[in-house]
């Protein structure tokens, strides 16, 4: 099976309202293990439930939830439960899923350590709950480059299982909004992980669901239209719609809208909010709704996995160039306090307001249509 071709994607792209959204783990979760585990679950899922609804009541209509490969290894009955637990708990609240199935932002191997179930361990302070960060530019004497469990052979065959499996499972669920495949190929891998992602696409289009497909062209592409190394133009040539990361300030956005528009596909800014580096709610989500690109901010109540604070890499920017434009007086991530306030009401109210404006555009343009 083919890529969509372009007048079936806009057409399915037109179809519905808006989409905006966050990338979303409840805040009792300290990382994806806590998300998906047996362990806690429905404590957990109560937790995200109240936090769906803070979500529904500002106007986002979709979430972005990253699923983990070990917990479907070994709790496989259980997590495809509570997977369909959690996307039912989301529709409740009139919101549906992109649905990521893998990830390459890895540590490097000798970091690397096998998941243990249960009662997750957290780092205070440290972005994602961890001082071993996948954010920070590790710079090891033998140059290590980063691990994922799909190098190994007899894992790798259990994961193009899972990804079968669950795309099988939801091919027909209006639930799930659209399969995000891989989260940030080549993310200090180089092009490792290509022939991963080439299997994925060719395991989803032989089950060939309603929902489009894609994975990440997160670094944007050139004035061409071209991704700006392999592994990305690979899934750029791939993917149905563009799924890019935003975390640059409002002109460096509005530059690499500019260029991405020239790839002919709906556009989906699936990461950004970046404060402390300029990329806020008032200029950003504005401007994802005057282009009408469908965008996911990072994180949503801060919590246990600590979005809100810098990546490691930010850290050692500054620790280089102490004049580096950073405003930690900021948090980087994360929309509600713990106390589910927003972090600040003003961008609250700019999210409801552009969301309330998207639906009655919609309303409207239908009208039209009928």
Not at 354 to 369: H, L, M, Q, S, T
Request: a negative charge; glycine letters at 6%; aromatic letters at 14%.
């Amino acid at each position: 099976m083919d890529t969509w071709s372009k007048e079936k994607i806009w057409d399915w792209y037109g179809s519905r309202p808006w989409i905006r959204g966050c990338n979303f783990m409840s805040s009792d979760c300290a990382n994806r293990i806590d998300q998906w585990q047996e362990y806690g679950f429905e404590k957990r899922l109560e937790t995200a439930d109240r936090e769906l609804a803070v979500a529904e009541e500002i106007g986002y209509n979709s979430i972005r939830i990253i699923l983990e490969f070990e917990v479907w290894d070994r709790q496989h009955d259980g997590f495809m439960r509570r997977l369909d637990k959690y996307l039912e708990t989301a529709c409740k609240h009139g919101i549906d899923a992109m649905v990521v199935l893998a990830n390459d932002c890895c540590v490097p191997k000798s970091l690397y350590k096998p998941v243990v179930f249960g009662e997750q361990h957290y780092d205070v302070g440290y972005h994602g709950g961890r001082k071993s960060s996948p954010h920070a530019a590790y710079a090891s004497a033998d140059n290590e480059e980063r691990y994922h469990p799909l190098d190994e052979p007899e894992i790798r065959e259990r994961y193009y299982k899972m990804v079968k499996e669950i795309i099988t499972e939801y091919a027909h669920d209006e639930r799930v909004l659209i399969w995000n495949l891989f989260n940030e190929p080549g993310n200090n891998r180089g092009n490792k992980s290509l022939p991963y992602i080439e299997k994925f696409f060719e395991i989803a289009r032989a089950i060939n669901p309603m929902q489009p497909l894609c994975a990440d062209t997160w670094n944007g592409v050139d004035e061409n239209g071209r991704a700006k190394n392999l592994i990305e133009q690979r899934v750029l040539e791939l993917s149905d719609v563009v799924s890019f990361h935003g975390y640059e300030p409002y002109n460096e956005t509005v530059d690499m809208i500019a260029n991405l528009k020239k790839t002919g596909k709906p556009l989906f800014n699936t990461e950004w909010l970046h404060r402390i580096a300029h990329n806020t709610v008032q200029e950003i989500f504005p401007l994802m709704y005057l282009e009408k690109i469908a965008c996911y901010n990072w994180g949503f109540v801060a919590g246990k996995y600590q979005t809100y604070e810098p990546w490691e890499s930010v850290w050692q920017e500054y620790e280089k160039n102490p004049k580096a434009d950073i405003d930690f007086t900021k948090w980087q991530h994360d929309l509600i306090r713990p106390s589910l306030r927003p972090y600040d009401p003003r961008e609250t109210e700019i999210i409801k307001r552009y969301c309330d404006r998207a639906d009655r555009d919609f309303e409207r343009e239908n009208g039209k249509k009928g």
